[in-house]
């Protein structure tokens, strides 16, 4: 019995050392949604998609810190002392006081409320409801009132304190206070009432920015003047002073935009002009702007700004594709590119949510969320954008065969352009449905749709034919092609066909689950990426088909692609990973080695519960296969018996192991094989 423990042994070291292919996460890419941004003693804290962030030093490094908050999103965040304070999503307002490492709801009166605004004034802190109401707190949170006697409009924005007196800033004006926010009286801009989004003080001026541009009064609110002068936008979200009296306006749609001559000339930032400014604040030195995609920080009065959204939260990647060594990504937060070091740059920042990409030869295209196609021509360093396309459309699909230019639109048909996306002519435009891919084989054009499965168009698009012949499942995912060989990944598995879509073979052996959402090939390599489950592959016509997922911690996989040297997957929270695919060769020569009888990775690995054996024979033989501990105990006996050559799967019922390391132990009359698994 000794001798055998000995051996066991020595098969778990070489297993670790050497039998395993590696996935690595790439160093983003990284985009947020950011909702506030407020400045204390201890850091710069940030709310965004993703939750709170915390940063220590101007944002070069950042710490998640969510622990205790609800799963609703923060869209307001203040500090008063020692304490922070976040306002949320329908929960109300949340209260840490060891530096955002912990959260506790303040006050239960306000646990269903939507907060999305929060001011400090004198030590007091207001809460500013969505959907109407201040609340005020004088005791740090613990109790609240409700303060809004005289509003004629409860939706406030933002309050302002100046010596003695509070200015709200509503959806119908102007409102102050005399008595710390208890009661309140309207102050009119010249006679009119509309929104005011925010209100500040430089010198001997106070400042309103509205839904109609920028007001100024030498007055305290007596008088107005309108100063709009340079403004491409006069929806205006914020205001502040910077140093030297420098003023920075934020607008909806056009970015920041900077005055040095108390308003009277407004010029636009270039950095930030095509994003939606959400947050604009500073502290006695720096500056930092949160917009829909990113966070800015600043030392030199908004001149020079650096991005800092680097470590804040992961992009939500759509689409992945590869040019040679260098990898594109479509994202929530537009188009970021990555060569060999695996950081990501953004070279397309936009109000879009990029949901596929192609290249033709030296041009790129890209489509999204809104409708938008987007086209470069420089190898994807810079792209130009035909914002009339399909405005509120959603694009998943495009292809391009020659000069022409193919775009699925959800239950909108296919459209095609011969000038890049500048004019586009409908082919099938009765086809209600969601197009998710194209696909291309040689001049022949595959479409893939929600519901109707797939059309097949041998003439540019003009004409095409529903090819559901052995599909059994008719909601296609995604496309692969290799020569006239193609593949489609549905809602219940992998189909092949040799004959041009005319007659479809399922390929499912050996998947975790039928729902293919991405597939991916490298010469005889076929990758399929099930969300939920990881990547799987396969090398052999489609026949045995393994997990590769050792190290992917995230197996919510989206999108592959794949170069010569490198299999790249995008995860739902986790960024983009690669796998080398020449590691991924030498653990084929090293797993499978026996050609008799091979025993693949289990998946999942490790597991909890339930996980599948998968084994294959390549002739009948009678096979003895069971699971024993690092003892050599037999645990599970899980067949005895003869077995036809082929592929074999056992499911696994592991709720009866502890935790640790165990091996599938297969005795033949030709040897032993063993394969570890492990029970987390």
């Not at 060569?339 to 295209?365: A, E």
């Not at 086809?431 to 998710?436: F, Q």
């Amino acid at each position: 019995m000794k001798h055998y423990m000995y051996k066991v042994f020595l098969i778990l070291l070489f297993y670790n050392g050497s039998s395993f292919a590696q996935w690595v996460q790439t160093d983003g890419p990284y985009a947020a949604n950011i909702r506030s941004v407020a400045i204390g003693k201890t850091g710069l804290f940030v709310s965004c998609n993703s939750g709170i962030f915390r940063s220590t030093n101007n944002g070069s490094d950042w710490k998640l810190v969510n622990n205790g908050l609800p799963s609703a999103q923060v869209y307001a965040l203040a500090i008063i002392d020692t304490f922070i304070f976040a306002g949320t999503d329908g929960q109300g307002v949340y209260r840490s006081s060891d530096n955002g490492e912990s959260w506790s709801r303040a006050n239960t009166m306000l646990k269903n409320k939507y907060i999305w605004g929060l001011s400090v004034s004198d030590s007091i802190l207001y809460a500013l409801s969505q959907f109407g109401g201040i609340f005020r707190s004088i005791d740090f949170g613990e109790t609240w009132n409700e303060t809004d006697t005289g509003l004629t409009n409860t939706r406030v924005y933002t309050i302002l304190s100046k010596g003695t007196r509070l200015f709200a800033a509503s959806a119908t004006g102007i409102y102050s206070s005399t008595d710390k926010g208890i009661n309140w009286s309207e102050m009119l801009l010249n006679g009119m009432k509309f929104g005011v989004t925010s209100i500040t003080f430089s010198d001997s001026f106070m400042y309103a920015s509205t839904y109609h541009g920028i007001y100024r009064s030498s007055d305290e609110g007596i008088q107005w003047k309108q100063i709009n002068n340079g403004l491409l936008d006069t929806t205006v979200n914020s205001i502040i002073v910077a140093p030297d009296s420098t003023l920075l306006a934020a607008t909806k749609n056009s970015g920041l935009f900077r005055s040095i001559d108390n308003g009277m000339q407004w010029s636009p930032m270039d950095v930030i002009e095509s994003h939606k400014v959400t947050a604009l604040v500073k502290s006695a030195t720096n500056l930092f702007v949160g917009t829909n995609r990113s966070l800015y920080f600043s030392r030199e009065k908004g001149q020079q700004w650096v991005d800092i959204t680097h470590g804040l939260t992961f992009a939500q990647t759509s689409a992945l594709i590869t040019r040679d060594s260098t990898v594109f990504a479509g994202t929530d937060g537009g188009i970021f590119r990555s060569t060999q070091n695996y950081g990501w740059d953004p070279v397309l920042q936009v109000d879009d949510n990029i949901n596929t990409l192609s290249i033709s030869k030296n041009i790129f295209f890209a489509g999204g969320d809104f409708g938008n196609t987007y086209y470069s021509t420089d190898t994807g360093k810079t792209w130009i954008v035909n914002s009339s396309s399909f405005t509120g459309k959603n694009i998943r699909a495009i292809a391009v065969n020659g000069a022409n230019l193919f775009v699925g639109i959800d239950n909108n048909g296919v459209w095609r352009s011969i000038d890049n996306g500048v004019n586009w002519t409908g082919l099938i435009k009765g086809l209600t449905d969601n197009i998710n891919a194209f696909a291309l084989v040689d001049t022949i054009l595959f479409l893939g749709t929600d519901t109707y499965g797939v059309f097949r168009s041998t003439d540019n698009g003009t004409n095409w034919e529903q090819i559901n012949n052995g599909l059994t499942n008719t909601h296609v995912y995604s496309f692969a092609a290799n020569d006239s060989n193609i593949w489609v990944g549905t809602g219940g598995g992998i189909f092949f066909s040799s004959d041009t879509g005319s007659t479809w073979i399922p390929v499912k052996s050996g998947l975790t689950d039928t729902a293919i959402v991405a597939l991916a090939i490298n010469r005889s390599d076929l990758f399929a990426g099930i969300y939920g489950y990881g990547v799987f592959k396969t090398s052999n016509k489609n026949r045995n088909w393994v997990p590769v997922n050792n190290g992917l911690t995230n197996r919510y996989v989206g999108a592959l692609s794949v170069n010569n040297s490198n299999l790249f997957a995008a995860t739902s929270s986790s960024g983009i990973w690669h796998l080398p695919l020449s590691l991924l060769s030498t653990v084929e020569q090293n797993e499978y080695r026996n050609k008799v009888l091979t025993i693949y990775p289990n998946y999942p690995n490790p597991f909890s519960s339930q996980t599948t054996i998968v084994f294959s024979t390549s002739k009948k033989q009678f096979m003895d296969v069971k699971i024993i501990d690092l003892l050599g105990k037999e645990c599970t006996h899980l067949y005895s018996g003869e077995l036809e050559a082929g592929d074999h799967y056992y499911e696994l019922d592991g709720s009866h192991l502890t935790t640790g390391i165990y091996f599938c132990f297969i005795r033949t009359v030709d040897g032993i094989e063993r394969q570890m698994i492990v029970r987390q």
